[in-house]
């Protein structure tokens, strides 16, 4: 066989000799190695394809007879981040997704590991057939300072980590730092740039809430702008420098501060409006002040003060102070649960004393090892029962919960009282006034409810406290007096006593 049909190759990197032998054809070693050294293959050879090339074969062949090292490239040190910034829409059972849930927002505790140092790795240099050296550079460094920012530590834990010095928000800068941050500040509208918010952190809101978002915190909240048609839930106070307008439940454990209310269902501990208080429901477990409440319906556990109670033009709504919607909701709770937890903690006795009882005499330990199991499971559940009916049974035996009163709860109107207003004080006496009434507050005496008017001189100006003092004992408070007076009132009995309303669950 001519000598030009078998062809050594070398391919352009430099990183394999083939040698190409046709059907049939042999080489011996020593004439391949030749061919190798003239075509300056000096690295790499592979013994046993040597061997291989003086066995001729029926079928044509291509002999890698030398192989180069390739460079294994060195690895740079870098820095891992452990918090997902991305948005995490998730898709409910019928495929539909809720643009509002974007989890957004990354809350972590103190200690929460933020991001962590990927070590570097020294690379390998490598070597072609032809003798040529491939180097390869070294590593590079990472530097965790560039993502350890305000609130964050550096941690010495396997080869370095970025950790949370404090609870709070992870927001990532510009420049890649990672800031843990005490409380949540939107610098304009919580809407869709932003999704709905759930945070135990304080949240400022320098804008508005869109309709149709939510809020909820575990901390004080702050609006500058107007709360929208939204769901609002704060454990803390709750100030509002815009406007309440809406639908949907606003509701604070602690105190809430807004410059009008219209239509909503508000839930707080204090109420403080600096306008009006318009159509809506009110249950407040201490005190409510506001400038004027129209066709509104108020339950609070204090006292209620404003310039002008109803309007002629509007309904009156009604007003109820010195009773605890809070207890009030607890104990009815209460009540209507009772009575089902008493037959769980029932049946769970009975079931235990049986599952025990078949326990003692069952002989097979499989079947006794799995009533066993049984018996714990139903020792937890029976314990569990009795522990709400204890629960349930001091919310009813508390004497405070139970009547919710406080007797010296008054309803303060600064201006004006108009016509249609119902006042009641406790859930025993209320008062509807039949027609307008200046300067009054109403109070709970002798079981009824009876009104102070400012005593007023004969040119209409008022008189000063120690003159009307002299005056009061000459004319005593007034009280609902029979045949014409400007308010009717009732004092009903207990048992038929119009309950406080109850604030939906």
């Known amino acids: 066989m001519p000598d030009d049909a078998i062809v050594l190759e070398v391919d352009p990197a430099g990183m394999q000799a083939i040698l190409h032998l046709p059907a049939g054809a042999s080489l011996p070693a020593s004439s391949a190695l030749d061919r190798m050294m003239k075509a300056n293959v000096v690295a790499g050879v ?92 070294d590593p590079r460094d990472a530097d965790l300072t560039a993502f350890a920012g305000e609130g964050t530590v550096i941690q010495a834990v396997g080869d370095g980590q970025v950790a949370a010095e404090r609870a709070g928000l992870v927001v990532r800068r510009r420049d890649g730092h990672l800031d843990i941050m005490p409380s949540v500040e939107i610098p304009g509208n919580l809407d869709m740039h932003w999704g709905n918010l759930v945070t135990l952190l304080p949240v400022t809101i320098k804008g508005d809430i869109i309709a149709g978002f939510s809020l909820k915190s575990g901390a004080e909240v702050m609006v500058r702008g107007v709360i929208e048609d939204a769901r609002v839930s704060v454990k803390g106070n709750l100030a509002c420098g815009g406007i309440l307008p809406g639908e949907h439940r606003v509701k604070t454990h602690g105190d809430l501060v807004t410059k009008y209310a219209a239509g909503r269902e508000l839930k707080c501990r204090n109420l403080i409006v600096a306008s009006d208080v318009r159509g809506g429901t009110v249950y407040a477990t201490d005190n409510v002040t506001a400038k004027l409440i129209v066709s509104c319906q108020v339950h609070c556990g204090g006292s209620l003060v404003c310039d002008e109670l109803g309007s002629p033009a509007e309904l009156g709504g009604c007003i109820q102070v010195g009773v605890n919607p809070l207890a009030v909701a607890l104990y009815r ?104 009434m200046g300067k009054t507050v109403f109070r709970l005496k002798d079981g009824r409810i009876a009104w102070d008017v400012p005593r007023m001189r004969l040119d209409g100006t008022p008189m000063p406290e120690s003159e009307a003092a002299a005056a009061a004992t000459e004319a005593p408070v007034s009280e609902a007096p029979p045949g014409e007076a400007a308010a009717e009132t009732t004092a009903p009995a207990p048992e038929a006593a119009a309950p406080p309303a109850t604030p939906p669950a």
């Open 333 to 436: 709770l209460a009540a209507r649960e009772r009575e089902t937890i008493e037959k769980e903690v029932a049946e769970g006795k009975r079931l235990c004393k049986r599952l025990a009882m078949w326990v003692r005499d069952e002989t097979d330990p499989t079947k006794r090892q799995e009533l066993a199991g049984r018996l714990r499971k139903t020792l937890t559940d029976y314990e569990s029962a009795t522990t709400r009916l204890a629960h349930c049974e001091a919310v009813l035996n508390n004497a405070v919960l139970r009547n919710g009163n406080n007797p010296e709860a008054t309803v303060t109107v600064n201006q004006t009282v108009h016509a249609g207003v119902e006042i009641r004080i406790g859930t025993e006496a209320k008062l509807a006034v039949t027609k307008t």
């Open 46 to 137: 592979v013994e046993e394809t040597l061997r291989e090339v003086e066995t001729p074969s029926p079928d044509e062949r291509h002999l890698v007879v030398a192989r180069g090292v390739p460079a294994v490239q060195p690895v740079d040190a870098r820095v891992e981040v452990l918090v997902n910034f991305a948005l995490r829409l998730t898709e409910d059972t019928q495929h539909h997704i809720d643009f509002r849930e974007q989890g957004r927002f990354h809350e972590v505790a103190a200690g929460t590991v933020l991001a962590r140092l990927i070590p570097k790795a020294a690379g390998t240099p490598g070597r072609t057939v032809l003798g040529r050296d491939l180097p390869v550079g």
